[in-house]
Structures are given as structure tokens and as C-alpha cells.
Nanobody, 122 residues
Framework: VQLQASGGGLVQAGGSLRLSCVASGRTVSRYSMGWFRQAPGKEREFVAQIRWSDDSTYYADSVKGRFTVSRDNAKNTVYLQMNTLKPEDTAVYYC????????????????WGQGTQVTVSS
């Protein structure tokens, strides 16, 4: 299984980015998919998840109302639309396939992409 995340970059505060995560070797529609992020010197933290069963979505409080996770099954791709970005959103963003367990814990995910850097300037 390979997950390829892309779409990161440098953006000013208040701007937007859309991250993409393309899966090969697995059909994303059959899995709950998560987005996490990790800033320098900090632990990896949950950002969002989209459930396989009904496309229910879950968000960290810090991004609720600004970020939207979605999927395109035909393209085997999961997206993270990020609006009203803040400097504290600066991190490497990772997509992952949920295996089992609590959805907001990194240990619940089995396969990870390589990450894409998001930098928000003030």
C-alpha cells in the first residue's frame, strides 16, 4: 500500500490550501482515512477523519469550521481543504489508513503517506 500526499506549500495567514492523498494498492472507499500533522518538536496530532461506512467526518477542535475532509472514490483520493489558515497550522501533514482503535490516535492507523509540508506565514 502506498499513500502519496501532495498539495502543501507556503501560504499567508488567512489563505487556503487543498491537500490530496492518492492511494495505490487499496481502495479508499473501503477504509476510514485520517489526516494528521506534526510540527517541529511536537507529537503527531489528529486533524480529521472520514469514515468508510457513511462518510461521517470528524475534526480536531483546532481546525473545526476551517478544514474539510472529503474523498473521491473514482480517483481513489482523499482531500483536506484548509481555509483561513493560521501560523499554528504550520506542520508536515500526513494521510493514513485507519486500522482499528480510537480514531484520533496515530496508533490506530496502519499505513502512512510520506507527508507534505504546510507553512503559514504571519
Amino acid at each position: 500500500v502506498q499513500l502519496q500526499a501532495s498539495g502543501g506549500g507556503l501560504v499567508q495567514a488567512g489563505g487556503s490550501l487543498r491537500l490530496s492523498c492518492v492511494a495505490s494498492g487499496r481502495t479508499v472507499s473501503r477504509y476510514s482515512m485520517g489526516w494528521f500533522r506534526q510540527a517541529p518538536g511536537k507529537e503527531r496530532e489528529f486533524v480529521a477523519q472520514i469514515r468508510w461506512s457513511d462518510d461521517s467526518t470528524y475534526y480536531a477542535d483546532s481546525v473545526k469550521g476551517r478544514f474539510t475532509v472529503s474523498r473521491d472514490n473514482a480517483k481513489n483520493t482523499v482531500y483536506l481543504q484548509m481555509n483561513t489558515l493560521k501560523p499554528e497550522d504550520t506542520a508536515v501533514y500526513y494521510c493514513a489508513i485507519h486500522a482499528s482503535g480510537t480514531y484520533y490516535l496515530p496508533a490506530a492507523y496502519r499505513y502512512w503517506g510520506q507527508g507534505t509540508q504546510v507553512t503559514v506565514s504571519s
